[in-house]
């Protein structure tokens, strides 16, 4: 019944547009238990005060999920060969180029969770996108997605990095599948790359460092001493993907809800700054940059004027 069952919910998966999926057994993330506590220590999550909250059920999904047997693990891609026109405008990562994915990840989930139940009866279980305390990275690599590479990003073989992570925790028995090894090797090109120096040692991110952070999670001002390192990033960042080896097999997706918004694409940077609240709330509001608000992508442009501060003699 498991084997059946655990390939009829991967075949469903994939019809729902999911990229990848694995399965793993639900149990406490031993090994993660003191990276996460010795990150957190060293503060490298910032002003992430929620990276702090709930300790426990981020390593211990029966503390979400009462009797919690599976972990599934879906990818869906976001990569596209689309870029911004202008090549001076100041820059939006590529999975901001669409709608936002959370609505998206959301719908196909529940056409998933619909279709257990319908073969499977009532199930106790949770879906996730970012909306509670899962590391998901840790999760996909346990059910052979991938590898958590030098630049703390999942990495998968034969199709690179550019993908949303989700889950489905529950207490369905299912056939589990198996971590796949590292193929980092001695590569460093991430941590050369990193204007910020936010990957400090192989597989340690600082997140406090990272342009992803500060043009999107830190809500007061951008330290100065970021001045003249953001290389022109207003939201968000993907240096460390765009430079990594194994992205040279990613593909362009084919999600219809990840369709590009033009005036991402073709905004110049007289464009941007000239903005007003009530366009911006027009143009981008089921955009992921509604997340950084008019005031918080202002702010940002702002910063990327501004130079190094001068050390002094």
């Given at each position: 019944?498991?084997?059946?069952?655990?390939?009829?919910?991967?075949?469903?998966?994939?019809?729902?547009?999911?990229?990848?999926?694995?399965?793993?057994?639900?149990?406490?993330?031993?090994?993660?238990?003191?990276?996460?506590?010795?990150?957190?220590?060293?503060?490298?999550?910032?002003?992430m005060?929620?990276?702090?909250?709930?300790?426990?059920?981020?390593?211990?999904?029966?503390?979400?999920?009462?009797?919690?047997k599976?972990?599934?693990?879906?990818?869906?891609?976001?990569?596209?060969?689309?870029?911004?026109?202008?090549?001076?405008?100041?820059?939006?990562?590529?999975?901001?180029?669409?709608n936002?994915?959370?609505?998206?990840?959301?719908?196909?989930?529940?056409?998933?969770?619909?279709?257990?139940?319908d073969?499977?009866?009532?199930?106790?279980?949770?879906?996730?996108?970012?909306?509670?305390?899962?590391?998901?990275?840790?999760?996909?690599q346990?059910?052979?997605?991938g590898?958590?590479?030098?630049?703390?990003?999942?990495?998968?073989?034969?199709?690179?990095?550019?993908?949303?992570l989700?889950?489905?925790?529950?207490?369905?028995?299912?056939?589990?599948?198996?971590?796949?090894?590292?193929?980092?090797?001695?590569?460093?090109?991430?941590?050369?790359?990193?204007?910020?120096?936010?990957?400090?040692?192989?597989?340690?991110?600082?997140?406090?460092?990272?342009?992803?952070?500060?043009?999107?999670?830190?809500?007061?001002?951008?330290?100065?001493?970021?001045?003249?390192?953001?290389?022109?990033?207003?939201?968000?960042?993907?240096?460390?993907q765009?430079?990594?080896?194994?992205?040279?097999?990613?593909?362009?997706?084919?999600?219809?809800?990840?369709?590009?918004?033009?005036?991402?694409?073709n905004?110049?940077?007289?464009?941007?700054?000239?903005?007003?609240?009530?366009?911006?709330?027009?143009?981008?509001?089921?955009?992921?940059?509604?997340?950084?608000?008019?005031?918080?992508?202002?702010?940002?442009?702002?910063?990327?004027?501004?130079?190094?501060?001068?050390?002094?003699?």
């Open positions: 019944m498991s084997a059946t069952l655990t390939q009829q919910i991967k075949k469903k998966a994939l019809s729902l547009g999911f990229s990848h999926i694995g399965i793993s057994k639900a149990q406490f993330l031993e090994d993660d238990a003191p990276r996460l506590e010795t990150w957190l220590k060293k503060g490298m999550h910032g002003n005060a929620y990276m702090e909250h709930h300790f426990d059920k981020r390593l211990d999904p029966a503390k979400l999920v009462p009797g919690a599976s972990v599934i693990s879906l990818m869906l891609n976001y990569f596209t060969n689309a870029s911004q026109v202008d090549q001076q405008a100041p820059k939006i990562s590529k999975y901001a180029y669409g936002d994915y959370h609505s998206v990840i959301k719908t196909k989930l529940k056409g998933l969770t619909s279709f257990i139940q073969n499977v009866g009532e199930v106790n279980g949770r879906v996730f996108v970012d909306s509670a305390p899962v590391l998901d990275k840790a999760w996909a346990k059910s052979g997605l590898w958590v590479g030098k630049n703390g990003n999942l990495i998968n073989k034969d199709a690179g990095s550019f993908f949303f989700a889950e489905f925790i529950s207490d369905l028995e299912l056939e589990y599948d198996f971590p796949v090894a590292n193929h980092c090797g001695t590569c460093t090109m991430c941590i050369d790359a990193c204007p910020t120096g936010a990957i400090e040692e192989p597989y340690i991110v600082n997140g406090s460092k990272c342009i992803s952070y500060l043009t999107i999670e830190l809500k007061e001002s951008i330290p100065i001493d970021f001045a003249g390192k953001m290389e022109n990033w207003a939201f968000g960042c993907d240096i460390c765009d430079v990594c080896p194994w992205n040279r097999f990613s593909t362009a997706h084919k999600e219809s809800e990840f369709e590009i918004n033009n005036a991402i694409l905004m110049n940077l007289k464009d941007w700054e000239e903005i007003t609240e009530d366009v911006f709330k027009n143009v981008f509001r089921n955009s992921p940059l509604k997340r950084a608000k008019h005031k918080g992508m202002k702010r940002n442009i702002e910063f990327l004027k501004k130079t190094a501060p001068q050390e002094s003699a």
